[in-house]
């Protein structure tokens, strides 16, 4: 169980079990099993213990690793892994320490380019997924728009702003404006404008 | 009374046996495998055009040293101080300081890489994770 002691540092106790994203303000001792990623910010130290498990995604400014983990590691400042740390996974560290006895397969990147870009995908990856719910909710928004007058109207689909023929009017007002009437354009145009059917492009219907 | 000779413990690069031999010798024979081993320490300065270097001591890449070797091997210490590409072995450490412009894979026993050295590439470390390839040839040069 998560609690604080007297120094305010946050410590996930032994045999505790968490499971999510936690992000935190300063350091923190992580004893028991962790699942998830974590989060902290400023320039406190995160301890994995001996006994800890875990399996997660860390970004902090040190990082000190003496137990089971499997994830990956963003240390802004250093990575250390003790003799009894057990490691695999991705690791982007500006300074690393593996100690005699430790164990660890992974890839790795390390210097002040390496953390920046890390830094800087990982805050993309959050402006991005914060943008893309944006963009859902908006996306929704306009979806729920375009639908509206379709199932509010009942307009027919021909309806443009055209200005219908006299003669058209004379024969039927009603079988004119429907969308289905077959209107012939070109004699209508000639006999109307004399203009050609070029300029019976705008008033599609 | 025969005066005593300070002796070393290596091990050989090649089939891991693992010898002792005078601490001033500069070169020997694994008994088990009969390949050639490379015993001094070696420091590399310049672009060393040697596809492979490998010692059972340590292996030193200086800070202007831009070797084309695409293998290392150290028994002792590998130290980077400057640039390479390669896969590194060393049955020891492996130190990057923070001149250290290296990318490939590392195994060694521990590592410490310097804030301010760049390194991309796998890194693995642990028992066992040293040993080369029983293919490699056994080849060594000094700087």
Redesign the interface.
């Known amino acids: 169980m998560a609690e604080q002691n007297q120094t305010n540092q946050t410590i996930i106790g032994a045999g505790a079990r968490f499971k999510g994203e936690l992000t935190l303000s300063g350091g923190a001792l992580i004893q028991g099993t962790v699942e998830g990623s974590i989060i902290a910010e400023g320039p406190g130290e995160l301890k994995f213990a001996a006994q800890s498990q875990t399996r997660a995604s860390v970004r902090a400014a040190t990082v000190l690793i003496e137990g089971q983990y499997d994830g990956d590691v963003l240390a802004t400042e250093r990575l250390q892994l003790t003799s009894s740390a057990r490691v695999t996974g991705e690791v982007v560290a500006a300074a690393m320490i593996v100690a005699e006895g430790a164990t660890f397969t992974g890839k790795v990147a390390i210097g002040p380019d390496a953390v920046a870009a890390s830094t800087k995908a990982a805050g993309n990856s959050m402006n991005s997924a914060m943008n893309s719910s944006i963009n859902n909710a908006m996306n929704i928004e306009s979806h729920a728009r375009a639908a509206a007058p379709a199932t509010m109207e009942s307009k027919p689909a021909s309806r443009t702003s055209v200005r219908l023929p006299d003669w058209a009017a004379a024969n039927g007002g009603a079988a004119a404006a429907s969308s289905e009437a077959s209107v012939n354009r070109s004699d209508w145009m000639a006999q109307t404008t004399g203009r050609t059917g070029q300029k019976s492009a705008s008033a599609e219907v | 009374m025969a005066k005593q000779v300070p002796m070393r413990d290596v091990r050989c690069y090649h089939c891991q046996q693992e010898l002792t031999v005078p601490a001033a010798a500069r070169n020997t024979t694994c008994p088990t495998c009969y390949r050639p081993l490379n015993l001094d320490d070696i420091e590399v300065r310049g672009a060393s055009p040697s596809a492979i270097i490998m010692t059972v001591g340590r292996l030193t890449i200086e800070a202007k040293a831009k070797p084309l070797t695409k293998r290392l091997h150290a028994g002792e210490l590998l130290e980077v101080r400057g640039q390479f590409d390669a896969n590194a072995t060393c049955n020891g ?1 492996i130190h ?1 300081a923070r001149s250290a412009r290296a990318s490939g894979q590392l195994k060694a ?19 066992g994770t040293s040993a080369i390839d029983a293919a490699t040839p056994s080849r060594a040069s000094n700087s």
């Open positions: 450490h990057l026993q521990s590592l410490t890489a310097e804030k301010g050295a760049t390194f991309t590439g796998l890194i693995q470390i642990g028992p």
